[in-house]
């Protein structure tokens, strides 16, 4: 991959009001189009952004300059998967507080798994980011994921059958209630099954869903599930990537 440096967006009008800060982003991509597309749809207001173009060349992964700081990467996923992968976790080698977002036009389980077991934040596609990338982003800098609700349960679904970890204090925390509750949701239930699982009002399960995630300091049911998955550790000799 060979790696090009473009200028860091200047704030004049439009610039975040005093005492606002504003999310740094970098954008990286092969295709200039692509970057400025994606540099137009993060308002000044809000984001300070950052541009590099990469190009996914064979064996030149570890050849690039240091990437620039940034609290959030956007990815535009446009190239081999090995190359994608090599990048994220780059990202992730080079800057461990830094958070993902990725932008492609795959959303197949083979190209997307991969991706969300490196611990990228967000996942959408390039014909949703005219009208989700800014808030993508600002969830992700909140602590927060952002990924497709089917592809999220099919990821969850690939998962259950191994062994959970708790987050560490979770069965302290929880009521058995909550920890049934809590259960459920990592299936990524909807409230109408885990009433219709438990026997209990869909009222009661929305007291409990929101117990459940105050404790674990989420605001979403995804962010509940690859919290949890993240707290797994990270098997690097099982299945690997496929595609070039």
């Not at 058995?176 to 438990?198: C, D, F, G, M, T």
């Amino acid at each position: 991959m060979r790696s090009t440096r473009r200028g860091t967006a200047k704030h004049a009008a439009g610039s975040p009001k005093p005492g606002a800060r504003a999310v740094s982003v970098c954008l990286l991509s092969p295709h200039p189009f692509v970057l400025e597309n994606l540099r137009s749809l993060l308002p000044r207001a809000k984001f300070e952004v950052q541009s590099e173009r990469v190009e996914y060349l064979p064996g030149q992964g570890s050849a690039l300059p240091g990437l620039p700081e940034a609290e959030i990467f956007v990815l535009d996923a446009n190239g081999p998967l090995r190359a994608v992968v090599a990048l994220i976790s780059r990202v992730k080698s080079e800057q461990p507080g830094a958070r993902v977002v990725v932008v492609s036009d795959e959303m197949s389980e083979d190209g997307a798994f991969p991706l969300m077991r490196l611990g990228i934040r967000g996942l959408l596609r390039y014909a949703d980011a005219a009208t989700q990338l800014a808030a993508a982003v600002q969830s992700v800098q909140e602590g927060g994921y952002w990924v497709p609700r089917l592809l999220l349960s099919r990821f969850v679904f690939g998962i259950l059958d191994q062994p959970r970890l708790p987050v560490p204090g979770e069965a302290r925390r929880l009521s058995p209630r909550e920890r049934q509750v809590h259960e459920a949701l990592l299936e990524n239930l909807s409230n109408k099954e885990i009433a219709s699982r438990l026997n209990l009002s869909e009222r009661t399960v929305k007291f409990h869903v929101s117990n459940v995630l105050a404790k674990h300091r989420v605001r979403r049911r995804a962010d509940l599930i690859l919290q949890n998955y993240h707290a797994r550790p990270f098997e690097t000799g099982g299945e690997k990537p496929s595609g070039d």
